[in-house]
């Protein structure tokens, strides 16, 4: 009998103190001060059974959890927080279509068939997300309609190429090319010479989606429990987590941490990079000068490798994000930063109060797809969207779901994809990373 137990150890524990970032956290979003009301779950305590545990309450646990609990398996989730407290209550909002990598470099990696069924996933990811929003009269803004914007003839280049590629390769007919003139129609700055406007991807309020997934797993008999953070677990053929006050014996076990996971299980946890990441969003600005940053109300993420993004919030503020940290530690002076970068693009904004700073962790894999895999017959794991998971975290989801039933082929697909661990324990791959962000942001400047 395969038996294994992680107990929580020195990764799990510095992913603790990591979490602690007083000036930027979680509470401190815009999100949490615009959230809906939030479903009140218990904290696990005793011994309970079920078919499948999920651990983590985010947009990957959350929908694997309800597609399982629909079809009429038994389903218990723990949460170590809130649900929603990790990435998917603090991320940009942004709904990308496709993924973190060109197609061509996608095939290159796992053949033609594979890649067009990636790219299909992709598609349904958005498709999934917006029936979950209206199946479930989630209130979080959606709204269609984002762009990629150029800052220097170089990314033209790569407008062009992603253009071709998603008309020609994959018959995706929602993109546009846009020369300055035309950016300038969707995002009234000078900073752009140009972009790709995609009116199949959009943007949504991130934490009330997941509240809201939260509310639909609820209805549809998930057991719910916060404030139960697990802290071993047994992935054998029988088995278990344990949470120190509750133990939940399952048939299967599906790991959706992602980048809170820590060390929890420590193979996971060098196929990603967990990477600070920010937020800020100014005072509502009220609806004509907002409208007058955003006229058309697309999300925007510019071309950079450290990139800066942004959109507008239902009561006109603009949310900017782009800060990076690799150390996982809130940078002195990153709030201001962050205004410097906003004004870069629009100037105008010099009077316009900073109201919140926030920031998360997003997981990045070394190849930039999302992980997803088996740690044993009975537990799955899904991680490292990279930038990627507001659309993909909910398909990963789907397709964990499909394979705990006995249908795993769309699963396979994923888990095909080659990945590689960050070399280095997280001490070492830290500043390796640091190395490898500095020649990229070099780069930028070119
Ligand atoms: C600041 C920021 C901006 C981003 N912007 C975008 C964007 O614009 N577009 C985009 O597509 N993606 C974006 N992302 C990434 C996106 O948010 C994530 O890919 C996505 O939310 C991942 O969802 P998840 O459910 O896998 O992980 P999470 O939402 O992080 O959920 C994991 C949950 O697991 C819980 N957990 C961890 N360990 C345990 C344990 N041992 N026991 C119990 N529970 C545990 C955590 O508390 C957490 O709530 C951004 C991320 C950040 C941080």
């Not at 991130?206 to 797993?217: C, F, K, Q, V």
């Not at 004509?288 to 955003?294: G, N, V």
């Not at 109060?353 to 997003?362: C, M, N, S």
């Not at 499909?402 to 396979?412: L, Q, S």
């Amino acid at each position: 009998m395969v038996f294994r137990v992680f107990a929580i150890d020195h990764d799990q524990r510095e992913s603790l103190k990591l979490r602690r970032m007083p000036k930027a956290s979680y509470l401190n979003s815009w999100y949490a001060a615009s959230a809906a009301p939030r479903p009140d779950h218990p904290i696990l305590e005793g011994e309970l059974a079920c078919d499948v545990c999920v651990v983590g309450g985010g947009y990957t646990g959350l929908t694997a959890a309800l597609e399982l609990a629909e079809r009429g398996l038994d389903v218990i989730l723990l949460e170590a927080e809130r649900c929603g407290w990790g990435a998917s209550g603090r991320n940009g909002g942004q709904i990308i279509t496709g993924y973190n990598k060109p197609m061509a470099t996608i095939e290159s990696w796992v053949g033609k068939d594979d890649a067009r069924h990636l790219w299909d996933f992709g598609e349904e990811a958005k498709a999934q997300l917006a029936e979950r929003v209206e199946r479930h009269a989630i209130a979080c803004d959606l709204t269609w309609g984002f762009a990629y914007a150029a800052l220097k003839p170089r990314h033209m280049q790569d407008v062009t190429a992603l253009e071709r590629e998603m008309r020609d390769d994959y018959g995706y007919d929602k993109v546009r090319r846009l020369d300055r003139a035309g950016i300038r129609d969707h995002v009234r700055s000078d900073a752009y010479i140009g972009g790709l406007l995609d009116e199949g991807s959009g943007h949504l309020h991130p934490l009330n989606y997941a509240l809201g997934l939260a509310r639909a797993a609820d209805a549809a008999g998930v057991r719910v429990f916060e404030n139960s953070r697990v802290i071993a677990l047994d992935s054998g053929s029988a088995p278990w987590v344990s949470t120190g006050r509750g133990r939940v014996r399952a048939r299967h076990l599906i790991l959706a941490g992602n980048a809170y996971l820590g060390g929890l299980a420590p193979g996971l946890a060098r196929t990603i990079m967990p990477v600070a990441t920010y937020l800020i969003a100014t005072e509502p600005l009220g609806e004509a000068r907002a409208k007058a940053l955003l006229p058309t109300n697309i999300a925007v993420s510019d071309m950079n490798f450290a990139l800066n993004y942004f959109r507008r919030s239902a009561d006109h503020r603009l949310l900017f994000g782009g800060g990076v940290s690799y150390s996982g530690l809130d940078a002195p002076g990153l709030k201001q930063a962050m205004r410097l970068k906003m004004l870069g693009v629009y100037p105008e904004l010099r009077d316009a109060r900073v109201d919140y700073f926030w920031g998360g962790q997003v997981a990045i894999t070394m190849n930039r797809m999302p992980h997803l895999g088996r740690l044993s017959p009975t537990t799955l794991f899904a991680h490292g969207y990279s930038g990627h998971g507001v659309a993909l975290a909910g398909m990963a989801g789907r397709v964990m779901a499909e394979a705990v039933r006995g249908t795993a082929e769309r699963f396979d697909v994923f888990a095909r994809v080659p990945h590689m661990h960050f070399p280095g324990g997280r001490r070492f791959r830290t500043p390796a990373l640091v190395l490898a962000m500095l020649w990229f942001r070099l780069r930028d400047l070119l």
